[in-house]
């Protein structure tokens, strides 16, 4: 079983490599103009649309709502798997950039993808979070949605729980924009590819919900607390119904 579970999951990295290869010429031609980046990120769901089908991994998603593909919104959801990043270009229909790591950027060809396309944050520099928060306002000014993990990274150690409390930027930008938090429960990616050090994909059908929008017109920075708190309690309501797996 664990050596088709390797043969699975090397498959996985067939596919996903070998399509960004085949893609990454037209994605270094649509990042060179501010003006073509939509193209760009177009084309990374596009990447994703290819990737899961060709290795049987089908989607379940429950659209408690639909977003409006031509609202601006911040995405928030939970995060447990690195799958979680690829996924979004399925769920999600709108123009959207990813706050992320700026480790990501050392990955060879996609992390220059990422630092043209998407938002970075260096915790190692003391200065960086406040330069993530003022693009990420810019983002949202310019009429691009957000997509923010609000744990700060993969750092629970026991999914489904979450780790607790949320960070505020995802809230404070929300806010500061007059835009609505819309929380996203990713059920099972943690299953799919769980966060060890001997990374498996496992075939199953990626289930997440998409829940109702908070809105945040007429908030004010006092209420992030409140703010905080209901989204996180969104996302939990659903994954507290999860199957805890066996730790091994």
């Known amino acids: 079983m664990r050596f088709l579970t390797l043969l699975y999951s090397l498959w996985c990295v067939f596919w996903f490599v070998g399509l960004f290869l085949l893609l990454f010429p037209f994605f270094y031609l649509f990042l060179q ?72 950027k050392k990955v060879p060809l996609f992390g220059y993808m990422f630092a043209k396309l998407h938002i970075q944050v260096d915790r190692n ?25 609000p744990e700060g990274g993969i750092i629970t150690n026991d999914p489904p729980k979450m780790h607790y409390p949320f960070k505020d930027g995802a809230f404070t930008m929300a806010i500061q924009q007059q835009v ?43 209420d992030i607390g409140w703010l905080k708190e209901e989204t996180y309690r969104i996302i939990d309501s659903e994954l507290s119904k999860q199957q805890i797996p066996e730790k091994s």
Not at 49 to 70: A, D, N, T
Request: glycine share 4%; proline share 7%; net charge positive.
């Open 33 to 104: 103009r501010e003006e073509w980046k939509p193209y760009a990120h177009w084309l990374n769901r596009f990447w994703g649309q290819l990737f899961f089908p060709m290795v049987g991994i089908s989607f379940k998603v429950e659209y408690r709502y639909r977003p409006e593909p031509k609202r601006v919104y911040v995405f928030c959801a939970n995060h447990f798997s690195y799958l979680d990043i690829a996924c979004m270009g399925v769920i999600l229909n709108n123009y959207y950039a990813f706050v992320g790591k700026s480790d990501l």
């Open 125 to 149: 520099i003391s200065n960086s979070r406040a330069y993530s928060l003022a693009k990420s306002l810019r983002t949202l000014a310019s009429g691009r949605s957000v997509v923010i993990f």
């Open 180 to 222: 609505p938090i819309v929380p996203i429960s990713l059920l099972n990616n943690y299953m799919i590819l769980p966060d060890k050090k001997e990374m498996r994909m496992h075939r199953m059908p990626l289930r997440a919900i998409v829940h109702p929008p908070i809105e945040t017109k007429g908030l004010t920075q006092a």
